[in-house]
């Protein structure tokens, strides 16, 4: 089963680092720039692709600053940490196969521990729902 925290607690319990944004390069791997262009200016809508409002790379590194920067945090149970952030607008969209399903208003970070992977894209927040903090019992977003 998955734990959540804070972000204060999973900072104070090494679950992760943020990343030091002028050192973050998220076009550095082919897998990166990959999920770049998926997540701003896909090629394709086959599957499920979450798509930014603005392509720009600027707002897309500081998407992911932010959210690794403030964003909750999921220990899933193969070991994997997602992180979270609100962004408290419409900041994309996601497509099934093409078709419009819904906007995204949240930040979702991937593979944060892994410089030549980690990626981020929007989702909706409707996915996620108040939990505690598994350390301080905290409300949070997940």
Known sequence: MSEYYCHSCALGQSLY?????DKLNLTASQYQL???VKHTTP???AGTVSVFDDPGYDKYKLFTVNTSGSGSVERDDQGRTNIVWYAGEDIGITFVNGHFLTTGDTV???LHNNEL????FPVDSFKYEQKKCKACGRDIIY
């Open 117 to 120: 992977k980690i990626h981020s």
């Open 108 to 110: 979702k970070v991937v």
């Open 17 to 21: 680092q943020p990343v030091e944004p």
């Open 34 to 36: 990959n999920k770049f």
């Open 43 to 45: 090629t394709s809508l």
